[in-house]
């Protein structure tokens, strides 16, 4: 354990409430200068009139689809309470947990590293961590809440090693302002409707840190259960409903999945429930409950990563044409008809019908992927008169 994780994870064993531990169960930074728009890379300050690419047009016949450029941007929850293990211990007063027990951060950080070390060069990936990095301990809101502009690691093929890095040279620490994150992520890769975005939450607990909630009758995330106990109590505040709209945003009117991880051990229903709820909002929740992936070994959590970026790296496709009619195509996979399934159970469905994207879901993404074959997707569409 690094000196700095040591400091920041032996605060939580002297049991201080104040914000600098407000993460319940709930950078670094610098943009690649080599990114480019091709693997969803947008320098910082960068601004576009509109995406690099336009709407497709509608027009009619049979077109093959191709393999979608699939850029993935991790959100990943560095709050003082990823310096737990997977079962809730906290770290004792010298910052340390038992022999042979990982904390959530390092086994996040080992699951990612294994699962997605094979995608390296096929899906330009990026993160945002959040909050900020602060100094060890308790802080004022404004630190342990801060979120900054931008992401740390812009999106593009490669970037295993510098996400990995995060890991390794920086701590959990502060609060957990999940909203604010997802909606400067899902703002910064907005610009690049035309290839297949895909957001990946990775969180071990509640959001809050809303300074505008009600302290006297919010629901607490903090461990003393009362928010108005406490100077900036507001800031422990569950941000459940803002977080859910903001996730239902990037889903529904900036087109970008979200999928949603949840990491740890099962805390309080309406912690639970949060999580669920924007699973459901960011449309890529799991077909059955608990509605998000739920982590609770690391053998769950490099299952759930794994699963996750498989589908996003072999089952999104573009159409070079796209009917003005969401069902005015005929999808097919070596010469078989799929059905359209809005429920993505196991069919295809848009990701943005306006830009030609859709998706494979259930056995039909395993088709589409081929199990290591080639498999031709096609789609016959009919154009309005």
Same mark, same amino acid.
């Given at each position: 354990?690094?000196?700095?994780? @040591?400091?920041?994870?032996?605060?939580?064993?002297?049991?201080?409430?104040?914000?600098?531990?407000?993460?319940?169960?709930?950078?670094? +930074?610098?943009?690649?200068?080599?990114?480019?728009?091709?693997?969803?890379?947008?320098?910082?300050?960068?601004?576009?009139?509109?995406?690099? $690419?336009?709407?497709?047009?509608?027009?009619?016949?049979?077109?093959?689809?191709?393999?979608?450029?699939?850029?993935?941007?991790?959100?990943?929850?560095?709050?003082?309470?990823?310096?737990?293990?997977?079962?809730?211990?906290? !770290?004792?007063?010298?910052? =340390?947990?038992?022999?042979?027990?990982?904390?959530?951060?390092?086994?996040?950080?080992?699951?990612? @590293?294994?699962?997605?070390?094979?995608? $390296?060069?096929?899906?330009?990936?990026?993160?945002?961590? /959040?909050?900020?990095?602060?100094?060890?301990?308790?802080? !004022?809101?404004?630190?342990?809440?801060?979120?900054?502009?931008?992401?740390?690691?812009?999106?593009?093929?490669? =970037?295993?090693?510098?996400?990995?890095?995060?890991?390794?040279?920086?701590?959990? =620490?502060?609060?957990?302002?999940?909203?604010?994150?997802?909606?400067?992520?899902?703002?910064?890769?907005?610009?690049?409707?035309?290839?297949?975005?895909?957001?990946?939450?990775?969180?071990?607990?509640?959001? %809050?840190? =809303?300074?505008?909630?009600?302290?006297?009758?919010?629901?607490?995330?903090?461990?003393?259960?009362?928010?108005?106990?406490?100077?900036?109590?507001?800031?422990?505040?569950?941000?459940?409903?803002?977080?859910?709209?903001?996730?239902?945003?990037?889903?529904?009117?900036?087109?970008?999945?979200? /999928?949603?991880?949840?990491?740890?051990?099962?805390?309080?229903?309406?912690?639970?429930?949060?999580?669920?709820?924007?699973?459901?909002?960011?449309?890529?929740?799991?077909?059955?409950?608990?509605?998000?992936?739920?982590?609770?070994?690391?053998?769950?959590?490099?299952?759930?990563?794994?699963?996750?970026?498989?589908?996003?790296?072999?089952?999104?496709?573009?159409?070079?044409?796209?009917?003005?009619?969401? %069902?005015?195509?005929?999808?097919?996979?070596?010469?078989?008809?799929?059905?359209?399934?809005?429920?993505?159970?196991?069919?295809?469905?848009?990701? $943005?019908?306006?830009?030609?994207?859709?998706? +494979? +879901?259930?056995?039909?993404?395993?088709?589409?992927?081929?199990?290591?074959?080639?498999?031709?997707?096609?789609?016959?569409?009919?154009?309005?008169?």
């Amino acid at each position: 354990m690094s000196s700095r994780r @040591f400091l920041a994870a032996g605060f939580f064993a002297l049991g201080l409430t104040s914000l600098g531990a407000c993460g319940s169960r709930t950078g670094l +930074f610098g943009t690649d200068p080599a990114a480019s728009l091709l693997d969803g890379g947008i320098p910082d300050g960068a601004t576009f009139d509109g995406p690099p $690419d336009g709407a497709v047009k509608c027009t009619p016949g049979r077109f093959t689809l191709d393999l979608a450029i699939a850029q993935l941007m991790f959100v990943i929850d560095r709050s003082g309470s990823m310096a737990f293990s997977l079962d809730g211990r906290q !770290p004792d007063r010298l910052g =340390n947990l038992p022999p042979g027990v990982l904390s959530r951060w390092d086994t996040l950080r080992d699951s990612l @590293f294994q699962t997605i070390t094979p995608f $390296d060069n096929a899906l330009a990936m990026g993160a945002k961590f /959040y909050p900020e990095e602060s100094a060890p301990g308790p802080a !004022p809101a404004d630190e342990a809440c801060r979120t900054d502009t931008g992401v740390g690691i812009a999106p593009a093929r490669g =970037n295993v090693k510098d996400i990995i890095n995060v890991f390794d040279t920086s701590d959990p =620490n502060g609060g957990t302002p999940t909203a604010e994150a997802l909606r400067l992520a899902a703002q910064y890769i907005s610009g690049t409707r035309g290839v297949a975005r895909t957001m990946i939450l990775a969180t071990d607990g509640a959001p %809050n840190c =809303n300074g505008d909630l009600d302290a006297e009758r919010c629901t607490c995330t903090a461990a003393s259960g009362n928010c108005a106990s406490s100077p900036g109590g507001e800031f422990n505040c569950l941000d459940d409903i803002r977080s859910v709209s903001v996730v239902r945003d990037i889903f529904q009117n900036m087109k970008i999945p979200v /999928y949603v991880i949840g990491i740890g051990s099962t805390e309080r229903p309406e912690f639970l429930k949060v999580l669920d709820d924007m699973a459901v909002a960011g449309g890529r929740p799991r077909a059955t409950t608990p509605r998000h992936y739920n982590v609770q070994t690391s053998a769950d959590l490099t299952a759930a990563l794994g699963s996750i970026s498989d589908s996003i790296a072999k089952c999104t496709y573009l159409t070079p044409s796209a009917p003005t009619d969401p %069902n005015a195509i005929n999808v097919e996979i070596n010469g078989k008809t799929i059905a359209r399934d809005p429920t993505h159970t196991n069919g295809w469905d848009w990701v $943005d019908q306006a830009f030609g994207t859709l998706a +494979f +879901f259930g056995q039909a993404c395993v088709v589409a992927s081929g199990g290591g074959t080639t498999s031709q997707v096609t789609g016959v569409v009919s154009c309005e008169k």
